[in-house]
């Protein structure tokens, strides 16, 4: 869309939006002119009055499958690539390609009114764009976060499902942030965001990589299609700004095709823009020495694992490439006393280490496991799983790369959702078992599980609950169960060890 025509939309949506202004937005044969359109939704059960529902067609199902509960909850419209029975339709080739601009038009372009950060890469974003929310804080902004973890504005925090949600949510949460008012805000954005379309609709001040590694290759098929998905945030019509980690080969190679103006960041390589000098990482925290153009400061994070020093040098890059000062964003990183879910100490009165962490792929494993080893005198017992409806191809190599790196591995459920749980266990069982140097043993119920964990470990042992994070549910099929990791394994700590929660 041209400027002008981007102006008129955004005049229109201040008068509000009809679906009138919907088709016109997406070149579509106009339905009825004068139907006033308020909210959007995708989930036919959280339509509310006044919703233009987009109906997505889906591997299992069709969108339009649902038009009737749409109506009956009070949509007034639908967006789709084949006509509704029962309520007037947008009709377009790719609903999915143009919900992004329409949501983002129904609720007044909100990144248009304040700074979006985005934060991409397989690992680390979620402790960047958090570790990048309290610096740009300490900066004066308001800010609101969309990340795995939940939707938290500068009064209101919701769950979400996914690691970025669909235009709809996406559009809706940062209208809420500046009607809260917000002046910035840090959002995950993941691969599958990208390909699907979510972020359409979304200007960022700047977008920030992390990494990549061998992750998603059931959705992307290679690692050059999951790399191509990243790579097409950082382009000008999506960012004005942008800030890559060149401590993998993947980073290294966006840097040489970024277009915009870009701020390099590094734990290994000194010609970096920001550079983290003189890492250390103890049981208490991890401190460095980072210097940048502006200068060099001293950057102290409560946070444990080297792992956090990148994450912070990638939030640090992000915020410097939107031109705010080096002292006053580091200084709000001491604040982030830990990220849920991520190398997070449980103590139950136990006389060992126990931590929750969201390592979910080799990767992860390889950096963070080390580190936990060093953390410890006596054994590193872990408890790892995958989750279904996820690439399969990574569930031997999770086994294999814990059994390589860990004394007693235990394998158990995470989510199977409709996967047949068995199956899934004993892909990872097979890879640990392939290593040849853990003791390998296989518990299907999760929560005993964490008790055989807690049971077995001695003073100077370390166990580590690994895969899930701070994720709250258990998916079997249809069967929901609650279940948050830290919860369970402070329950059982505290049974066992007589500390009352």
């Given amino acids: ?33 004068s139907v006033r359109v308020t909210g959007a939704s ?76 985005g934060v991409t890469g397989t690992n680390g974003k979620t402790s960047t764009a958090l570790l990048l929310a309290a610096g740009l804080e300490s900066t004066g902004d308001t800010v609101g976060t969309m990340t795995g973890i939940g939707l938290a504005g500068p009064s209101t925090w ?5 690691t970025t949600p669909e235009a709809a949510v996406v559009q809706r949460t ?17 691969s599958h965001a990208v390909s699907e379309h979510r972020v ?7 977008v920030g990589f992390t990494n990549l590694g061998p992750d998603h290759l059931d959705y992307h098929g290679t690692m050059d ?48 823009d920001v550079f983290g000098d003189n890492i250390e990482c103890t049981g208490v925290g991890t401190s460095m020495t980072v210097r940048t153009p502006s200068g060099s400061i001293a950057v102290r994070l409560p946070l444990l694992g080297p792992h956090q020093a990148s994450n912070a040098l990638a939030a640090l890059a992000v915020a410097l490439s939107a031109g705010k000062d080096l002292d006053v964003v580091a200084s709000g990183f001491e604040r982030v006393r830990s990220i849920p879910g991520r190398l997070e100490k449980i103590d139950g009165g136990q006389p060992f280490l126990a931590l929750v962490d969201y390592m979910h792929n ?33 569930r031997f190599p999770l086994g294999a790369t814990a059994a390589s790196l860990a004394d007693v591995v235990i394998v158990s459920d995470e989510s199977p959702l409709s996967e047949d749980a068995e199956a899934i266990r004993n892909a990872v069982a097979e890879g640990a078992r392939s290593a040849y140097s853990a003791t390998v043993v296989v518990e299907p119920d999760r929560r005993r599980a964490l008790t055989r964990a ?9 166990v580590v609950v690994a895969g899930r994070g701070c994720d709250t549910e258990q998916a079997y099929g249809t069967d929901i169960i609650e279940f948050d990791d830290r919860t369970v394994l402070r329950d059982v700590l505290n049974e066992l060890y007589g500390n009352p929660a």
């Fill in 1 to 33: 869309m041209t400027q002008s025509a981007a102006d008129e939309f955004f005049a229109a949506a201040h008068a509000g939006i009809t679906l009138g202004d919907v088709a016109r937005l997406v070149e579509a044969p106009l339905p009825i002119e």
């Fill in 42 to 117: 995708d989930d036919s059960r959280s339509v509310v009055p006044g919703d233009l529902y987009l109906a997505f067609p889906g591997s299992r199902s069709h969108g339009l499958d649902f038009e009737r509960e749409a109506y009956e909850r009070g949509a007034v419209a639908v967006l789709s690539d084949r006509p509704s029975s029962v309520l007037p339709t947008v009709l377009v080739a790719d609903p999915r390609r143009s919900a992004g601009a329409v949501c983002a038009l129904i609720h007044r372009f909100p990144s248009n009114d304040m700074d979006v950060y």
């Fill in 158 to 162: 919701r769950p979400t499902a996914r």
């Fill in 174 to 190: 940062l209208g809420d942030f500046r009607n809260e008012g917000a002046t910035a805000a840090a959002v995950e954005v993941s």
């Fill in 200 to 206: 359409d609709g979304v200007r960022f001040r700047s």
């Fill in 225 to 272: 299609d999951y790399f191509a998905a990243k790579a097409e945030l950082f382009v000008a019509r999506r960012t004005a700004a942008a800030a890559v980690g060149m401590d993998d080969p993947y980073g290294r190679r966006l840097a040489a095709l970024v277009a915009v103006p870009c701020w390099t960041w590094s734990a290994l390589d000194h010609r970096a």
């Fill in 362 to 394: 080799t990767a992860g494993q390889r950096r963070l496991l080390p580190f936990v080893r060093t953390l410890v005198p006596g054994r590193v017992i872990v408890v790892v799983g995958a989750t279904g409806e996820r690439d399969p191809g990574k």
């Fill in 454 to 462: 807690v049971t077995i470990a001695e003073p100077d042992d370390v």
